[in-house]
Each structure stands twice: as structure tokens, then as C-alpha cells.
């Protein structure tokens, strides 16, 4: 649906600001219905809020205690929708609920406070018949057919009791999924560029304005200053926490449509406990966290949510947050989780839609897409969870159905993410072969492989036949013939880019590795490596 102007300028049928789940998602979505789509991301891809999850494709248990039902739904819908289209970055996960005899909550969500006011015995505390109806409502919400339903587990004799303190004697154990967020972003914008997108990283849009029925964009490279231009139908601003700056100050529209900025944080621990599922815990403020297997070698701990005052401000894991969680998990762990204990700590902003809810915990996960036709089309795009990206990119598709009369209906569903063409449960085969094929690879490292590329591990290791093939080792397992993979196929760029991003590689890598691996990338960036 792409056309040329009259001085031969190429005009895109969308423009796409934002490359983070939600805006490479909308663009992969756009440009497999045969749209022309342009993508600028001012950093790297999922640099923000999409790298700073807390990894999972979940239906959001807690929300039914808020009313989100369609959420939810869609939610658990999703999940195997996902889990079958990249079966090598997600994964099936059995989540623990325990119930703490003793865990009395201070503050509460709505259902648990309308209890306390009719049964005030169970005031504060969220009973073991109401979480069954929760699990309950979970199981069946959604249609599984890949995933088991919820089960019974006596703490007395499980092994899943073992790390937690005597008298936790219960426990609810229910499925989700894992989810390697930031490769999720990088595999949706290297679809939509296999299929005839243009993908911009690091380049900043400065300015955006409607001229006749068509957006003129005015973009800068971030590194070498250079200004570009483009012209698009319709402007989408999935600029995630500063989608409000977008609105206002880059596209210099009116709208009283707010966003609400929440930080989420979390600490990576030793490890914990040795099995490999993840624990749901109860506070008693009535919020929750998750203890999650991490990486192999560590647990995931998280999250806070705590109102964040501006979208330019980076987020960090303040110190009070560390303690609250160290302090949330001890409740729990028989051995107390102590600041000495984190060995990394990340955050990160959700724009939220401003619903005015009274706490940032309470404020709708649920996505809200606002349309502004006054003029070349605006598309707006507020909140969102990573695991219903999909159906947020089909809904702003639907939006845009009557610009783009002619468009092809929903495609992504059942469509698998490059390196996800293989079944479900074929990791292991996958595994084994990658050993036979490249027999110097240790069992780790082609779980890693397989983990990340799926079946584009084989392209990546190509012909090497010896570790020496694969060149330079820079540490944590990372080689030469990796990072140039990266490099030229994922959009990186700089070493933060491929260990906290790409990877996870920087929890077993130095301060001068790290420092080594981005002088020796900025040296293939400027030699045009990628």
C-alpha cells in the first residue's frame, strides 16, 4: 500500500514511534498485512520498560481481586497462543502459592477489604476458599490445552516446602510461562524487517506535524547528529512512559488523555532453593511478588510499584526497595534474603493508562488505544502487559481499519518468531542435536544456544567446527562469531545491548569484560560490521 509522491519520496502507510514490545509488535503485525511501516526507536530495542519485566506470559492472577476479567481472559488466552510460536524463548512454569497461616495484610485489594467488612474474622487476609475460586476462575478463563491446571501441595513433604519457614503448611500450585522479554522485542522487529519493514535504533524523532493528510516526521540519528525526514499516513506513538511527551510536545496535539507512570523493581539473589519452579507470595501491604528461578544460577525477585515522577528520570532500584523485597521474601524463605544476597538489581516504568486509581498497585494493567482523526491520523498507545502485546497490535489494526479499507484481516496468531519453528515441547531434541552437530559445545552452552536462537542457532554457529572457530571469547560465553550474529541480524550495538539485553551474559561477566567487549563492538559499528 505504499505509493511516491511527485518528488519521488517514499511515503510510509505507517510510522511507528516506540521500539518496545507494543510499537514492534504493531509493527510487525502492520506490515504482514502488506502496509509500508517505518519504526524509530530513540535507544536500543526494549531498552526501556519492555527489557524490565518480570518475564513472564501470565494471565495476572491478582487482577481478578480488580474486576479485570476481560483482561485476564485475554491474558490466559494468549499464553499458549505465545507459547507455541516461540517455544525457545518461553517456557511452561508451575507457580507455588503458599498460604501463610499468620499473614495478615495491612492494606488490601477492594475484595479483600469488602470481606473484612462482612466477616471480619478473615479482615486482611485473603481466604483459602477464595483463592481456590480464584484458581479456579484461572484454569478455566482461558481454554488450556498445553498447560496443567492447579493442584493441592502439602508443604509438610513436598520438596517445595523445604526452603520455606515451618508452619507454611499449604500451597496452591498453578501454570504460567516464562518469557525472554527483550528477545521477544528484538525477534517481533526482525519480522517485520524480513518482511519489509525499516527499523531505526537510536535515532530520536524530533518532531512530528501534519501536513495536508500526511504526518512529517523530522528524525536524528542519536550518534552522529545526522537529521532525516519521513512522511507516513498515520503516526503511531507507542512511545510507551513518554507517550504523553509524544502527544503533546513532538506531535503538538491536544488531548486530555493521561498517562500514569509506575515503577517496577527487582533484585536478582543467589540462588535460593534448587527446584526449578517459582514461588507466589502474599504481603501483608496485600500486594504480591514472585520468586523466580533465574539464569540458572540465581533468583529473580519482584516487583515493587511505586508512582515514578517523570519518564526522563531513569529508574533504579532505590535501597527502600531492595529492603522491602529482602523483607517480603523473608516472610516466606526459612533463611532470611538479605541485601548481601543481590548480586543485581533493575527497574523499570509502565505507562500506564491514568484511570485514577487510588495506588499505583490498584491502576489498570489493561491497554487503552485512542484514535485522534483531526487531521492525518494519531494513533495513541497506553499500557499494555507484555504477555497481550499480540492482541494490542491486533486491536490497533482493527482501529485503523477504516484508513486502511482494504487491509487483510489478523495473521500473527499460530505464526512462529524466528527460531520458533519447532514444536513445543522439542527443546530437548533440539538440544541434542546441536551437541552431535557441533560436538564441542558443552551441554550449558547448547541449552544456551537453543534458548535463545531456537532453530537459527545453526545458522549462527555456521561452519565452525572447533571452539576456535567461533573466534575471540570475551567472557560469559560470549564469542566473536555470536556478536557478529548480533550485530548484523539483532540491532546491537554496544555491549549493554547483548549482556543485559540480548542476554543475561553480564551476571557472569567482569566490569573490564564488559568494558573490552563494547570497545572491541564500537570498533566493528564503525567499521560497518553490522
Known sequence: MTDKTGNGAAVADLFVIGGGINGCGIARDAVGRGLS???AE????????????????????????????????????????????????????????????????????PVSRLLGVFMPWLRGRRPKWMIRLGLF???????????????????????EGAPLKPGIEVAFEY????????????LNARDAVARGAEVLTRVRVEQARRVGDLWEITLRDAETGQAMTRRARVLVNAAGPWVGDVIGGVAGVNSTERVRLVRGSHIVTRKLYDHDKCYFFQGRDGRIIFAIPYEGDFTLIGTTDADHPDADVPPVCTEEEQDYLCTFASEYFAQPVTREDIVWTYSGVRPLYDDGAGTAAAATRDYVLRLN?????????????????????????????????????????????????????????????????????????????????????????????????????????????????????????????????????????????????????????GEGER
Not at 175 to 186: A, F, K, N, T
Not at 422 to 441: K, S
Not at 519 to 525: F, H, K, L, P, V
Open 373 to 525: 482523526r483531526e487531521g492525518a491520523p494519531l494513533l495513541n498507545v497506553f499500557g499494555g502487559k507484555i504477555t497481550t502485546y499480540r492482541r494490542l497490535a491486533e486491536s490497533a489494526m482493527e482501529k485503523l481499519g477504516a484508513v486502511f479499507a482494504d487491509m487483510p484481516g489478523p495473521w500473527t496468531a499460530g505464526v512462529p518468531l524466528p527460531g520458533g519453528d519447532f514444536p513445543v515441547d522439542g527443546v530437548e531434541d533440539l538440544i541434542a542435536r546441536l551437541m552431535r552437530d557441533y560436538p564441542f559445545l558443552e551441554e550449558g552452552e547448547a541449552r544456551r544456544m537453543v534458548r535463545a536462537y531456537g532453530t537459527e542457532a545453526w545458522e549462527m554457529l555456521g561452519d565452525a567446527r572447533a571452539r576456535d572457530d567461533l573466534g575471540r571469547d570475551f567472557g560469559g560465553g560470549l564469542s566473536a562469531r555470536e556478536l557478529r550474529w548480533l550485530m548484523r541480524h539483532e540491532f546491537a550495538r554496544r555491549a549493554e545491548d547483548v549482556v543485559w539485553r540480548r542476554s543475561k551474559r553480564g551476571l557472569r561477566m567482569s566490569v573490564e569484560e564488559i568494558a573490552t567487549l563494547d570497545a572491541w563492538m564500537r570498533e566493528q559499528d
Open 42 to 109: 530513540q535507544g536500543d530495542l526494549a531498552q526501556a520498560t519492555s527489557s524490565a519485566s518480570t518475564k513472564l506470559f501470565h494471565g495476572g492472577l491478582r487482577y481478578l481481586e480488580y474486576g479485570e476479567i476481560r483482561l485476564v481472559r485475554e491474558a490466559l488466552r494468549e499464553r499458549e497462543t505465545l507459547l507455541r510460536a516461540m517455544p525457545h524463548i518461553s517456557w511452561p512454569m508451575r507457580f507455588v502459592l503458599p498460604w501463610h497461616p499468620e499473614m495478615r495484610f495491612e492494606g488490601g485489594t
Open 137 to 159: 476462575l484461572y484454569d478455566h478463563l482461558g481454554g488450556r490445552e498445553i498447560l496443567p491446571g492447579t493442584t493441592r501441595l502439602d508443604l509438610r513433604t513436598a520438596l
Open 175 to 186: 501454570s504460567d510461562c516464562w518469557v525472554e522479554d527483550s528477545r521477544l522485542v528484538v
Open 37 to 39: 511501516v517505518v519504526l
